[in-house]
């Protein structure tokens, strides 16, 4: 058996022609940059998490790139994040040549550590606690970040949250009682349409959604160069357009996205109870009931996670690593002085984490076969 570690053919038999119905529309209507398609999105994915304003950019990379430019960072401030996700989320503050401050990872979950982040706060000098100028959590493998405290803190700082949600659209977490959706909470949310999440585009594809009508305003002209009206320039900003074919897909995919994220789970769920118990090995924790979480992927933590990934691999089970490199170890932050130890818990995720395959289609015979090698690598 050869199994993938996400099959996105899978999915096609049930989407291909209405995508190429969809894109075909497209097409025929020659409205190809800012056409209908991408305002139905805004709406509805804004509906989707609960909040007012969705605005499609052309990436994931790019939703967290215009949020900051719209927040005016620039080279006097302080970016503050995690050590332990995808490089677009720490790429977006070093190109605008913020200084980036990380803060350790909860080993439970492997997102930002709320305590930490709100001790490295209280750690800097009063200038430098000046210069926080954005708080940047992300909501890493589908699992919401613990946010609730930060919010507390940035209460009263005004320090604005923009949560990288691009791993977890539709994950949830509770503040006192309520259930929203992760992204709900900051002053705004990033979501990427990578064909890897689990809303995925047929290309690159991302948007930003807020609560805060001025900030969604500022947005929207920035997507456009700043310009409004057209030709007229108040602010610099950028071509960070959504793409009018990508919106139209994407369409077509998100009223299966709560389906896919319960096939997700029952994946999950079936791991759960066949991975337990396996000695050395941990399953993904959860902080929150098992249906908040959208399992964007599914992480094991083994001490000897290379052997398994290779063992694997000569079974025909791909894996990946997400991530081999914490952010601060990274080549091109060497200028941010950190080294290695500075961030433990990050280091040995980075060093003992494995995603599993898993996708809506994924079938309790695959997985059995996974589960079996999984057990002989360790009875081996
Ligand atoms: C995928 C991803 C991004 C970037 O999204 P793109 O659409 O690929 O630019 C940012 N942050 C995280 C955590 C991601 O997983």
């Known amino acids: 058996m050869k199994i993938p570690q996400l099959d996105l053919k899978a999915q096609l038999p049930s989407l291909r022609e209405e995508l190429i119905r969809a894109i075909t529309d497209v097409i025929d209507s020659t409205q190809y940059i800012m056409g209908p398609s991408i305002a139905e999105l805004e709406q509805a994915v804004a509906r989707y998490t609960g909040v007012k304003h969705g605005i499609g950019v052309s990436s994931g990379t790019d939703a967290l790139l215009l949020s900051l430019m719209a927040l005016d960072i620039g080279p006097d401030d302080i970016v503050i994040t995690t050590p332990y996700s995808f490089f677009a989320t720490a790429g977006a503050a070093a190109r605008l040549q913020a200084r980036l401050m990380f803060a350790d990872i909860d080993p439970r979950t492997y997102n930002l550590d709320p305590g930490r982040t709100i001790d490295l706060i209280e750690g800097l000098s009063e200038k430098e606690r000046a210069q926080v100028k954005a708080i940047i959590p992300v909501h890493l493998y589908g699992q919401a970040a613990d946010i609730v405290p930060l919010l507390e803190v940035t209460a009263l700082s005004g320090i604005p949250i923009i949560e990288d949600c691009a791993q977890a659209i539709g994950a949830r977490y509770s503040r006192d009682g309520d259930v929203v959706r992760a992204g709900s909470l900051g002053l705004a949310c990033c979501y990427s349409f990578f064909p890897s999440k689990n809303l995925g585009g047929i290309g690159d594809a991302g948007m930003v959604v807020t609560d805060d009508d001025d900030f969604a305003d500022k947005l929207r002209i920035m997507r456009v160069h700043g310009a409004r009206p057209k030709y ?124 599993l395959p898993i996708y809506p289609e994924i079938s309790h015979e695959q997985q059995d076969y996974i589960i079996g090698a999984i057990r002989a690598y360790s009875n081996a």
């Open 232 to 355: 007229y320039h108040h602010l610099i900003g950028g071509n960070f357009r959504l793409d009018t074919i990508q919106a139209a897909a994407l369409l077509v995919k998100l009223p299966f996205l709560d389906r896919w994220h319960r096939e997700r789970q029952e994946a999950a769920a079936y791991y759960d109870q066949h991975l337990n118990g396996i000695p050395g090995l941990t399953c993904p924790q959860l902080t929150y009931p098992r249906e908040w979480h959208i399992y964007n992927q599914y992480i094991i933590n083994v001490p000897d996670r290379d052997g398994l990934k290779s063992y694997l691999a000569k079974r025909d089970v791909s894996t990946a690593i997400y991530y081999p490199v914490p952010l601060h170890l990274q080549p091109c932050f060497d200028y941010l002085n950190y080294r290695k130890g500075d961030f433990p818990v990050a280091e040995e995720a980075a060093e003992r984490t494995l995603a």
